[in-house]
């Protein structure tokens, strides 16, 4: 994985070091994943909501409103993330959605 800290402003944007596409195909079953060794950046792209958990592979559809949870808990997703520091100590996470569709997570190195 290349270093971000070492590229010119000229090389933005690059090109992500790899890429992930998970296919969505039955609403309301969560698909898992694994970071690859050396990412440290994710960007998730999607043409459906959906929700990630960054370090678990236990994320869940809400069902009613939920209560603020801090982002070191297995329980703490987010709806539609953007770009995301891959936390410290984890080894892959996982999606949901409520609908069919695609989600595409491109890592970037250090």
Request: glycine share 12%; with cysteine; proline share 8%.
């Amino acid at each position: 994985m290349r270093t971000l800290g070492t590229m010119h402003p000229s090389d933005n944007p690059v090109a992500p070091d790899f890429v992930l596409t998970l296919v969505v195909t039955v609403a309301s079953s969560p698909r898992t994943f694994d970071w690859p060794t050396g990412a440290k950046y994710a960007s998730f792209g999607s043409d459906c909501n959906f929700f990630a958990n960054y370090g678990s592979t236990a994320v869940t559809l809400p069902t009613s409103s939920l209560a603020g949870v801090s982002s070191g808990s297995s329980a703490c997703q987010e709806m539609n993330p953007g770009v995301r520091a891959i936390p410290g100590g984890s080894t892959g996470g996982s999606i949901i959605s409520a609908s069919t569709g695609f989600v595409t997570i491109a890592f970037y190195g250090p």
